[in-house]
């Protein structure tokens, strides 16, 4: 176990706020309360919806090739729980329970993400119905994707076992984290409410600091930091950990601080950028979860991959979110482009 004091710890969003600056006020506009257009286009193109729960009750992949939206419209979105998957216990109790949902398209790198409510219910015959009502709609752009080069499938031979584990890592695991180069990181708010946000990188880019201890470099991003600024008032984190062409994920529960110690960053070193900070997970517990979807739905099948030119760019979609269909939108996305553009470039 690392030493107690925690080198480097950021303690306050000031803290933070001194290495990642504040979002142009722009950025905030990116959120819609409703579905519009662009977000009812990537729902329908969309071939897998990840859900993620509060409270540690974990990750869910849905198929949606297999099973479509069944609804989508103003705050709402209804999806059909996987037969054969245990439901968290709040929502099998009929509870409400905050909620995350990232839906991907097959071959596209940008998202979309979505904040809210999740309530489950029987509906007719044996199916269970999982029905989000959102508090904020939002693109997220491709960098992680590009990172990690998630549209390429790697080896089928990935190590996994059946057993759960607790705070210390398995030979399994670290095995399975060694190779990863995609994972999603699931926080709470103070209030309770979820992120659930990608990270990308070459594979392994994930550190095993010991065997309870891992480190997660943090790349340049949008500067909104909604999963940091969650760190800091809710250290609860869940990390998921996929590798691409793979049907079985890592599901790792912990306590998570943020860390600005150079020593523990320097091997995190990507093209010659050490990052300024990284999340150091202290590991409660770790599982295996088999979740069929990733592959049945086709995200590493070339045959199933979209084409740019099927859907709207995202800079469009963004532009048009923040400003507009107008000449400010149009305008906007001359702008949003090249900032993409640059960003695609400089990934590190």
């Keep these: 176990m690392l030493d107690a004091t925690q080198p480097g710890r950021i303690k306050t969003l000031a803290d933070l706020r001194n290495l ?12 819609q309360r409703q579905i519009d257009d662009y977000c009812l286009t990537v729902i329908r193109s969309a071939s897998v919806c990840v859900v993620g729960f509060a409270d540690r009750a974990g990750v869910v992949f849905v198929n949606l090739r297999a099973t479509p939206v069944v609804k989508a419209e103003a705050e709402r979105v209804d999806l059909v729980w996987p037969a054969g998957v245990e439901l968290p216990p709040s929502l099998a109790r009929g509870e409400a329970i905050n909620g995350s949902l990232y839906f991907i398209m097959p071959g596209i790198g940008f998202a979309l993400r979505a904040n809210g409510r ?22 997220h752009c491709s960098r ?18 059946d057993v759960a584990g607790g705070a210390t890592l398995s030979e399994a695991a670290l095995a399975f984290v060694a190779r990863s180069p995609y994972l999603l990181i699931l926080t709470q708010d103070a209030a309770g409410k979820t992120e659930l ?95 069929p979807a990733l592959v049945e739905a086709g995200l590493w099948s070339k045959a199933t991959h979209l084409r740019d030119s099927d859907i709207p760019s995202f800079s469009r979609m963004l532009a048009e979110h923040m400003n507009g269909r107008g000449l400010l939108g149009k305008a906007t996305t001359l702008v949003v482009d090249a900032v993409v553009k640059h960003d695609l470039k400089h990934l590190y």
Excluded: Y
């Design 20 to 31: 990642i600056a504040e979002p142009p006020a722009m950025m905030h506009r990116r959120l």
């Design 118 to 139: 999740l309530l489950a219910e029987q509906v007719e015959g044996s199916a269970t119905r999982l029905t989000f009502r959102a508090d904020a709609f939002f693109l």
């Design 144 to 161: 992680a994707k590009v990172r990690a080069r998630f549209w390429e499938a790697r080896a089928d031979e990935v190590l996994r076992s």
């Design 197 to 291: 946000s990608p990270r990308g990188d070459p594979d392994g880019f994930v550190l095993a600091l010991d065997r309870s201890t891992l480190l997660i470099p943090e790349r340049p991003g949008n500067k909104v930091a909604c999963t940091l600024t969650n760190i800091l008032v809710h250290d609860a984190m869940t990390v998921v950990f996929l590798i691409p062409g793979s049907a079985d994920v890592l599901v790792v529960n912990g306590r998570c601080w943020l860390s600005t110690e150079q020593e523990m960053l320097r091997p995190a070193t990507v093209q010659g950028k050490t990052p300024k900070l990284g999340m150091v997970l202290q590991v409660d517990e770790f599982r295996f979860q088999h979740s």
